[in-house]
């Protein structure tokens, strides 16, 4: 529970108004009710003084205190990011200097990122690639090694997009992004370029842009070299997703498909582990997550069957190989196909595991397909179902938890 929440609500089992509890507190009552409704943040003074007007022992400034210490590391992490974006816009300046081999950082980062929040991965990444960056400017690197030392900023510049993006900034993440696509096009590797591509046209997807996301789809396909790592099958997979959230179920199909054939001739694997690679896993996740967008049916029960079939590859994998935000937004994506189908008590639990997760583990992506769900349930066609109403009041209970 927040402050905002317990204050309202010990308010009211106090039989008092906004003016009454102003008048105790000595603050102004519109400054009170902005607080209550989260539209700003409460000081230590009002939560004491609250916290004796309505006799709460303490319990008032105890809310305020764990508020307070979320509201802290957010802001550290809104300043990282704008460290981050700064090295970006430096990186991108530099067209003609050369870097050192950060590989084997790089690579850990790639990784870890499965299995750590956004958040610390952010800081970490921005620390390489800002050493990246001062290599760059004091020219301590070898003659020779201009190309992987491109490559090394271009991924991390990757990895900063992703954090970005996982934190709901996705203009931060399109500059990132285009800072790892100039790396990539300097150092000559396709491979990065392909992969650049898919994660631009991720990032139009999140901002509803699948036009624009379409765009960097067939640009990437350009710069595909057949059998050579999984970027093919990942930027398909992210055409799948377009079609399907323009409502075109049968194309959306074909390409889904198309991309099983494209893994098949691969011959030569990623460059690079973790967040650089696309897994049969993380395909069938897409698969999942493109059907959702369609009108139920045959594609609902593709999606379901699709996001299970995920769902328990991750968990049958060691647990540094997991990639965690995924195997919960897959939860999420076989809840949103089972509620088409209008299986609702399925759905609850799918989203069972969601449900309990801390506030710091809710990525962007989370809070918004969850939210999808309980607009669903809020529809006239579950009216009268308490497992709906059930399911959507947990959904809409995430944020606070």
């Known amino acids: 529970m927040t402050f905002a929440t317990a204050l309202r609500e010990r308010r009211y089992a106090r039989g008092l108004s906004l003016a009454d509890l102003a008048g105790q507190v000595h603050f102004h009552r519109?400054?009170?009710?902005?607080?209550?409704?989260?539209?700003?943040?409460?000081?230590?003074?009002?939560?004491?003084?609250?916290?004796?007007?309505?006799?709460?022992?303490?319990?008032?400034?105890?809310?305020?205190?764990?508020?307070?210490?979320?509201r802290q590391e957010e802001a550290a992490t809104r300043k990282v990011l704008a460290?981050?974006?700064?090295t970006t816009r430096s990186l991108v300046e530099l067209a003609d200097l050369e870097l050192d081999d950060l590989g084997a950082g790089v690579e850990e980062a790639a990784v870890d990122y499965l299995g750590w929040p956004p958040a610390p991965m952010l800081q970490r990444a921005d620390a390489l690639r800002t050493d990246v960056l001062q290599r760059l400017k004091d020219y301590r690197h070898g003659p020779n090694d201009r190309a992987d030392l491109y490559v090394a900023a271009g991924r991390l510049s990757?990895?900063?997009?992703?954090?970005?993006?996982?934190?709901?900034?996705?203009?931060?993440?399109?500059?990132?992004?285009?800072?790892?696509?100039?790396c990539a096009k300097y150092a000559g590797d396709m491979e990065l370029l392909v992969w650049v591509r898919g994660t631009q046209s991720l990032i139009a997807r999140f901002n509803g842009d699948y036009g624009v996301a379409l765009d960097y789809v067939r640009d990437g396909m350009q710069h595909v070299n057949e059998g050579v790592g999984t970027g093919e099958a990942r930027l398909l997979c992210g055409e799948a997703q377009c079609l399907a959230n323009l409502g075109d179920s049968r194309a959306a199909n074909q390409i889904l498909n198309a991309a099983e054939q494209a893994r098949e001739r691969?011959?030569?694997?990623?460059?690079?582990?973790?967040?650089?690679?696309?897994?049969?896993?993380?395909?069938?996740?897409?698969?999942?997550?493109?059907l959702i967008w369609l009108d139920g049916g045959d594609d609902a029960r593709r999606a379901a069957t699709e996001a299970q079939a995920a769902i328990d590859s991750w968990q049958q994998?060691?647990?540094?190989?997991?990639?965690?935000?995924?195997?919960?937004l897959a939860h999420i994506y076989k809840a949103t196909a089972l509620v088409q189908l209008?299986?609702?008590?399925?759905?609850?639990?799918?989203?069972?595991?969601?449900?309990?997760?801390?506030?710091?583990?809710?990525?962007?992506?989370?809070?918004?397909?969850?939210?999808?769900?309980?607009?669903?349930?809020?529809?006239?066609?579950?009216?009268?179902?308490?497992?709906?109403?059930?399911?959507?009041?947990?959904?809409?209970?995430?944020k606070t938890a």
């Open 158 to 182: 990757g990895i900063l997009a992703y954090a970005a993006l996982d934190l709901g900034d996705s203009n931060a993440a399109l500059e990132h992004a285009r800072a790892a696509a100039r």
């Open 342 to 398: 209008d299986d609702v008590e399925g759905a609850a639990d799918a989203m069972a595991p969601i449900l309990t997760l801390p506030r710091e583990a809710q990525i962007s992506w989370i809070s918004k397909r969850a939210g999808r769900i309980g607009s669903m349930l809020s529809t006239p066609r579950f009216q009268g179902s308490p497992a709906a109403t059930d399911l959507r009041e947990a959904i809409a209970a995430l």
């Open 83 to 86: 460290s981050s974006l700064a």
């Open 317 to 328: 994998m060691p647990a540094e190989q997991r990639s965690l935000d995924d195997e919960r």
């Open 30 to 70: 519109g400054f009170i009710h902005r607080v209550e409704t989260g539209e700003r943040a409460p000081n230590r003074q009002l939560a004491e003084a609250a916290d004796v007007a309505l006799q709460a022992g303490g319990a008032l400034v105890r809310e305020f205190e764990e508020d307070e210490s979320v």
């Open 266 to 290: 691969v011959h030569r694997p990623d460059s690079l582990p973790g967040l650089f690679e696309f897994s049969e896993t993380k395909q069938r996740y897409y698969a999942g997550s493109s």
